[in-house]
Structures are given as structure tokens and as C-alpha cells.
């Protein structure tokens, strides 16, 4: 019989969090207590916020609904794996759906992961090879983790950057958020040397380190981090202006397209849109990514982008057989 109540509690809630009702009597002979006692810690769930519905008849049943908020998750051994190894893997890349939020909970469950559990994590990744891979640099999820968690808990970060000539600096910053364009992870953060907002690539970051100094937040010129990314990039050499027409509503193709990009205007008579958007990733990848939309489109500027349109388009149609 168990006769630790938070153990129990605990073990109890483990069970309710599979999707099925579970008879009393079944919860009573897991838990080897009275179906007195299951109903007293049941009572106590409801009274932390768990969401238990119990079920009328001759046994009598529990199960766990949706409640207006989430409360914690209990995981065992082979869940916790399971989701780090998933979240490793979407941070690894700039996966479209893989935000900030998603490493962020991955930093917070390989905080508490026992040290047998992170082995398992790293071995099964280390040996696991994806089908397919994101076509921009991969970056280790460990500096992810590290990012984030400075990101929530507003602690200095402390890392070794490379620049896009290749200059080496070593930078002490206040982290205010990651963003994801799809292709590749930004950090955007105050550069307490350079005294002034940046953008850094992930990818070229090494050597993260928390300092363990807290900060309070500054105020972000603009009015969010993807804002703040896309105006940083509008000032970057390598990047160019891309305006796009699309035969559907301005909603429809803003939810299929990376936040990054902007949100394209929509014409009066709401059933189409124009993009205008600044770009630093290559004219081939945005092609591609267009054409993914699901929607008809036609390439205003640049002449780059048109050719590279088009020449993808006579290709296609060569291995569709056409012509």
C-alpha cells in the first residue's frame, strides 16, 4: 500500500494523464489503497487545478479534461525522452513551428532531467539519422538551451561571435529574444560593449555562457523582435526588396507565410494581396518557398527573383513531362 500522499499523488496523476477513463476499482488496486482513499486524492487534484471528471455507474470513472489553463505535466521516463529527443532534433534547425517557446521548454526539461535520462537523450540522437534536414546551418541545441534560458530568467549571456567576414569578438549581452526565420535562429540583444541593440546568427555563435547577472529589460526600439529582425536586415548589404502578388486574401496567405516576412497588404476587394518584404536568404531558397504557398502568385521585383521563378518553373514543368 502506498502511503506516501505526494508519491501517490503523483503516481495517480501519472495514470489520469493517459487518455482513457480509469475505473475506481482499477485506480484502487494501482495504488493498493482504499477507493475511499482515491477519492480523497482525487479531491485534492481538483483542489491544485487538475481538471479530473468523474463518471457515474457502478464502478464509477475518472478522467482528465481540458481546464481554462494548463497546470504541470507529469512525464515518465520514456515521455521525457521522447520529447527532448523530438525538440533536440526541431531546434537543430530554424523548423518552421520550432519558436522560441519550443526551446525554451526544451531548456526547461533538460534542467531536470536525471543524468540517466540525458545519456539516453544524447545517445539515441547521436544515433538517430533524420530522412530529411532543413537546408540551413545547423546549430547544437545546447546553445539553443543556453540562449533561452537566459532569454526567460533575464541573465547576461556571454559568447564568442563570428561575423560574416570572418572577424572573431567575443560579446557580453543582455538577451531580449530568439527568432526564427525559417532557415536559420537570430538573437536579438542589447551589446552592453557596443552599447546599442544587435542581431546575432546563432549558427555563429560559440561558447555561450550564462553569467549568472541579472538585468533588468530595456525597451526594444521597435515594436517586436521580428520587427526589430527585419529592419536590422533592411540595413545589411546582402539582402534585397521583394514585392509579390497573390490571388487570395491577405489572411490565407499570411498564414502560410514565415512571420518574418511581413504581412502582405491586402486590396480592397479582399481577395487578393501584395508582399513587400526585405530578404537576406537566397533568391533560390524564396522561390521555392513561394511556390510552397498552395496559392497563385506572380513576382513583381526583384528581376532576380523573376528569372529564378521562371527558370524553376520550366523545370518543374520538364520533369512533369510537359514539353
Known sequence: MTTDT?????TLLSLLQ????????????????SRRTVRRDI??????????????????????????????LVLDDEEAVAIAVGLRAGAGHAVEGVDEASVRALAKLEQVLPGRLRHR???????????????????????LTVMASTVAGQERLRFAYRAGDG??????TEPYRLVSTGRRWYLVAYDLDRDDWRTFRVDRVSEPFATGARFAPRELPTGSAAQYLRQSMQRRSDSYEAVVAFAAPAEVVAARLPGWLG?????????????????SDSVEWLAVRLAMLG?????????????????????????????
Open 6 to 10: 505526494p508519491a501517490r499523488l503523483l
Open 18 to 33: 493517459t487518455p482513457r477513463e480509469w475505473p475506481g476499482g482499477e485506480l484502487a488496486e494501482r495504488l493498493g489503497v
Open 43 to 72: 479531491d485534492r487534484l481538483r483542489e491544485l487545478g487538475y481538471p479530473v471528471q468523474a463518471t457515474m455507474g457502478a464502478d464509477g470513472g475518472y478522467r482528465l479534461v481540458a481546464g481554462k489553463a494548463m497546470p504541470p
Open 121 to 143: 537523450v544524447a545517445t539515441l540522437q547521436a544515433a538517430t539519422t533524420p530522412l530529411t534536414s532543413g537546408d540551413g546551418p545547423s546549430i547544437a541545441p545546447e546553445t
Open 167 to 172: 572577424t572573431e569578438s567575443r560579446r557580453l
Open 263 to 279: 504581412t502582405p497588404e491586402g486590396a480592397e476587394d479582399g481577395t487578393s494581396c501584395v508582399l513587400r518584404a526585405t530578404v
Open 295 to 323: 496559392v497563385e502568385f506572380r513576382v513583381r521585383e526583384p528581376a532576380e527573383l523573376v528569372a529564378c521563378v521562371r527558370d524553376l518553373g520550366a523545370r518543374l514543368g520538364r520533369a512533369a513531362g510537359d514539353g
